[in-house]
């Protein structure tokens, strides 16, 4: 990621040299010399630093531009050589419509832009905000949007280096593109799967750690000590053949696997931050690495339902994360209980939510161009005889909303525990992206 600091230096505002309007003048425009550019210039360089060093973004500082030449040459050079990403610190009134000339010359490369409140006049540039893949923040010292749209640009990279797996019914592997975010979807017969299933012998190591993990439940619900052996099992195999195509994220048509049923081993997974999807859903898939990247948390992929009489939106599935805050930030009280749709009686997961937790709602959807983002807060979890469905239930009401089934997007969107100004990331990351954005956000 390049970094560019646009503003002029106090001499040469006080001397009338620079190329704006008010140069004869010797005018200061908005946020004037009393700002002090060069300070502010640090102070947003150390915050930039840092956020870049919490998502592993490498930066290239390109110094200060305010002259007219500098401004081609820059151009001209970027072309040659053009990052993933431009982030430009925009602090000087007179400059907007430069900055909006090198994003048009420079376009499609995404760019993130910050012109603090104060350094404008009157209402935002309208072209800044509405320019494509760009991120445009007019705020006072809001780190947090900066987090965002940087942990944005970042998941956008990401991306276009993954590989996601699908074990699904193909009778030999195929190799597709998803053509919005550049991920390389690679596709491997189930049977696959099942013989490396098949050919891993359950050791003593891998019974210690299933039976400590049995230990760490608070009930254990009608399930056998195999199954839950059997969960460990599955989630060996999904890793070894994750090494074995080098791929970063996975998901298994798992319905029928019988005893192989990765449930344990993809809330386990998922909880490291292994993006692994159910029932081969690869756009649910795509979400979990979209939100790995974005929000350094694991997500539950679930099947929506909603109470329409209280208007709130009703969640279930069986391969809850445990750490849904974030890897070492602790787990959520869990059971384990049969997977509930058919023999075997599996081992799932029946993850216990914090009533009161800020939450959304998030799901990419490739064939629409779209992805969604719906914040509000945790009700609870209702029991099964209640509610019924899978194997860990949530109750959520959403921020915002008239009618709850308005935000029906499809099948197996992700919950995040987070704020709304986190999911925010993910109306930045459409925007550097060029997805529609849907939401509340």
């Keep these: 990621m390049n970094v560019l600091f646009m503003y002029p230096p106090a001499d040469v505002v006080n001397e009338g040299?620079?190329?704006?309007?008010?140069?004869?003048?010797?005018?200061?425009?908005?946020?004037?010399?009393?700002?002090?550019?060069?300070?502010?210039?640090?102070?947003?360089?150390?915050?930039?630093?840092?956020?870049?060093?919490?998502?592993?973004?490498?930066?290239?500082?390109?110094?200060?531009?305010?002259?007219?030449?500098a401004l081609a040459e820059f151009i001209a050079q970027t072309k040659a050589d053009p990052p993933d990403t431009l982030l430009v610190g925009h602090f000087w009134n007179?400059?907007?419509?430069?900055?909006?000339?090198?994003?048009?010359?420079?376009?499609?490369?995404?760019?993130?832009?910050?012109?603090?409140?104060?350094?404008?006049?009157?209402?935002?540039?309208?072209?800044?905000?509405?320019a494509p893949n760009m991120v445009y923040i007019h705020s006072l010292e809001n780190w947090e949007a900066l987090e965002n749209?940087?942990?944005?640009?970042?998941?956008?990279?990401?991306?276009?280096?993954?590989?996601l797996l699908r074990v699904t019914g193909v009778r030999e592997q195929t190799k597709t593109m998803d053509n919005n975010l550049g991920v390389e979807i690679v596709a491997i017969p189930a049977e696959e799967y099942n013989e490396l299933f098949d050919s891993i012998n359950v050791d003593d190591a891998m019974i210690r750690d299933a039976m400590a993990f049995r230990a760490r439940a608070a009930a254990v619900i009608n399930v056998e000590d195999r199954y839950i052996i059997d969960g460990f099992r599955a989630?060996?195999?999904?890793?070894?053949?994750?090494?074995?195509?080098?791929?970063?994220?996975?998901?298994?048509?798992?319905?029928?696997?019988?005893?192989?049923?990765?449930?344990?081993?993809?809330?386990?997974?998922?909880?490291?931050?292994?993006?692994?999807?159910c029932e081969d859903f690869p756009d649910s898939a795509m979400s979990l690495m979209i939100g790995a990247h974005l929000f350094r948390r694991a997500g539950f992929q679930h099947n929506p339902e909603f109470d329409i009489d209280r208007n709130q939106y009703y969640g279930s599935h069986c391969t809850c994360a445990l750490e849904l805050h974030g890897p070492g930030k602790g787990e959520k009280p869990f059971r384990i209980r049969p997977f509930t749709h058919q023999l075997p009686k599996t081992a799932a997961l029946?993850?216990?939510m914090t009533p009161g937790d800020k939450i959304f709602l998030m799901k990419?959807?490739?064939?629409?161009?779209?992805?969604?983002?719906?914040?509000?807060?945790?009700?609870?979890?209702?029991?099964?005889?209640?509610?019924?469905?899978c194997a860990t239930?949530?109750?959520?009401?959403?921020?915002?909303?008239?009618?709850?089934?308005?935000?029906?997007?499809?099948?197996?969107p992700i919950m995040y525990c987070g704020t709304a100004m986190e999911a925010r990331r993910i109306k930045a990351f459409a925007k550097l992206t060029g997805l529609e954005f849907v939401g509340n956000v």
């Design 149 to 163: 749209a940087m942990s944005a640009a970042n998941a956008k990279r990401m991306m276009a280096q993954s590989r």
């Design 393 to 412: 239930r949530f109750v959520m009401d959403v921020d915002k909303v008239e009618d709850v089934c308005s935000i029906y997007q499809g099948p197996h």
């Design 364 to 389: 990419y959807i490739p064939p629409q161009h779209r992805i969604i983002a719906y914040s509000g807060t945790m009700v609870g979890s209702p029991e099964m005889n209640t509610a019924g469905g």
């Design 94 to 130: 007179t400059m907007s419509p430069w900055v909006l000339e090198m994003s048009q010359q420079l376009a499609p490369l995404s760019m993130i832009v910050y012109h603090p409140v104060g350094s404008n006049h009157q209402l935002p540039p309208r072209g800044l905000m509405e």
């Design 235 to 277: 989630k060996k195999t999904v890793l070894d053949i994750m090494k074995r195509y080098d791929a970063d994220g996975i998901t298994i048509r798992c319905l029928m696997l019988e005893e192989r049923k990765p449930c344990i081993g993809f809330s386990l997974n998922n909880s490291a931050l292994i993006p692994c999807a």
């Design 350 to 352: 029946d993850v216990k």
């Design 17 to 69: 040299r620079f190329e704006d309007n008010w140069a004869s003048d010797r005018w200061a425009t908005y946020p004037t010399l009393h700002f002090e550019p060069e300070m502010n210039q640090q102070k947003y360089a150390t915050q930039i630093a840092d956020i870049a060093k919490t998502y592993g973004i490498d930066l290239n500082f390109q110094g200060v531009l305010y002259t007219r030449a």
